[in-house]
Every structure is written in structure tokens, then in C-alpha cells.
T-cell receptor, first 118, second 111 residues
Framework: GAVVSQHPSRVICKSGTSVKIECRSLDFQATTMFWYRQFPKKSLMLMATSNEGSKATYEQGVEKDKFLINHASLTLSTLTVTSAHPEDSSFYIC??????????????FGPGTRLTVL | GQNIDQPTEMTATEGAIVQINCTYQTSGFNGLFWYQQHAGEAPTFLSYNVLDGLEEKGRFSSFLSRSKGYSYLLLKELQMKDSASYLCAVSAYSGYSTLTFGKGTMLLVSP
């Protein structure tokens, strides 16, 4: 149980284009999903927290107009990198939490999406 | 904010025991996770501690001292496949729960 998928697993795009990444919880309902970014040999950095049916909460320094997050259902959240540039090349990982916010905050991670912007 | 510190790299030999330490400073602490991450893959859950003490799960154990802001992950009977990055992640609540990850400890297990 508690499987999270991401699509695509790998994407290469030209500078200036937009890329959409999907994150799905396959066997549970995720009221909250999280988007992380990881640069080579660095830790996961939280970009934003997405609650179903409401606007995402972005971490300091993350441009909400550049990284559009939509959490339209309890099983799907999407991250759109708009007008991508080479510095946006990174490993993007989503995670999902089952149930409401509580003292137990285990997150189930998707397999990640490797974005390369040429 | 939160500050999480763990060693960058560690090496050990197959069959040995290794301890990976993690120190943290945070407000609203509500648990500490350890994750394993192989290169190019997502993190996988290893352990969770919210109360002081030792949690044992097979070859892996995790310890927490909340008063000291300290945790460690203990790996026994090391295998080659244990070569990976080990991430300490602190959960904190400030209106909503967030996980903050340390930079990870790259463990290399040699024959």
C-alpha cells in the first residue's frame, strides 16, 4: 500500500518551454502533497505544500508564478515549471501524506522526475 | 527555522556496524524520520522516532534524544546494497506539519 507515482520519470525540454509533472497516489487519498527539488549531491528542498482544493503554500524563495501547483483531486497533484531555464534542471520529487495533518507526518515519496532544460 | 546536521560521508566494510548521527534544532518538533536514498531514486522510509529511546527494526535501529536534539541510525551486518545516502528528516508543526531534510550521509560499504 501507500504507492505514489510520478510522470514523466525523465524529461528534456528546450529553454523557455513549460513542463508539467504529475504526482498520483495510487491506493490512498492524499489530502496533502508536497513537492521537493533535489540538486546533485544535495538534500531534498521543500518547494511547496499542496492541499486538495486550496492554493499551495510555497516555501520562501520559490516563485509561485514559475512553479504552478494544482491539487484538483485527492489523488492527483501537478507541478508545472513555466518558461523553464537550464538552472531549473533538477530532480523533482513529490510526496503524499494520507489523512489530515497530525502528529505522525510520514510522507510517501514518488520515484522522482529528472528534468533537463537545454 | 530548522538546522539539521549529519556527516557528509562515511565508509565501512561489509559485515560491520555503522552509526550515522544527526543533530537538529527546531521548534514544534513532532518526530524524526530516517530515509534511505539510492542515487537517482526517491527516498524510502526506514524509521520514525517521536519518543526518546531506541527503535529496532531488523538490521536497522534508530535512537532519539529530544532533550539533546540528537538521533542516530545504526546499521548492523552491513551489506553492499546498503551503500546509499541516508537522510535525517525532522518533522515540525507550526500551523501545519513539514519535513525538513538534512543534507544526507553518503555511506559507502566496501568488501
Amino acid at each position: 500500500g501507500a504507492v505514489v507515482s510520478q510522470h514523466p520519470s525523465r524529461v528534456i525540454c528546450k529553454s523557455g518551454t513549460s513542463v508539467k509533472i504529475e504526482c498520483r497516489s495510487l491506493d490512498f487519498q492524499a489530502t496533502t502533497m508536497f513537492w521537493y527539488r533535489q540538486f546533485p549531491k544535495k538534500s531534498l528542498m521543500l518547494m511547496a505544500t499542496s492541499n486538495e482544493g486550496s492554493k499551495a503554500t510555497y516555501e520562501q524563495g520559490v516563485e509561485k508564478d514559475k512553479f504552478l501547483i494544482n491539487h484538483a483531486s485527492l489523488t492527483l497533484s501537478t507541478l508545472t515549471v513555466t518558461s523553464a531555464h537550464p538552472e531549473d534542471s533538477s530532480f523533482y520529487i513529490c510526496s503524499a501524506r494520507e489523512g489530515p495533518d497530525s502528529s505522525y507526518n510520514e510522507q510517501f515519496f514518488g520515484p522522482g522526475t529528472r528534468l533537463t532544460v537545454l | 527555522g530548522q538546522n539539521i546536521d549529519q556527516p557528509t560521508e562515511m565508509t565501512a566494510t561489509e559485515g560491520a556496524i555503522v552509526q550515522i548521527n544527526c543533530t537538529y534544532q527546531t521548534s514544534g518538533f513532532n518526530g524524526l524520520f530516517w530515509y534511505q536514498q539510492h542515487a537517482g531514486e526517491a527516498p524510502t522510509f526506514l524509521s520514525y522516532n517521536v519518543l526518546d529511546g531506541l527503535e529496532e527494526k531488523g538490521r536497522f535501529s534508530s535512537f532519539l534524544s529530544r532533550s539533546k536534539g540528537y538521533s542516530y541510525l545504526l546499521l548492523k551486518e552491513l551489506q553492499m546494497k546498503d551503500s546509499a545516502s541516508y537522510l535525517c528528516a525532522v518533522s515540525a508543526y507550526s500551523g501545519y506539519s513539514t519535513l525538513t531534510f538534512g543534507k544526507g550521509t553518503m555511506l559507502l560499504v566496501s568488501p
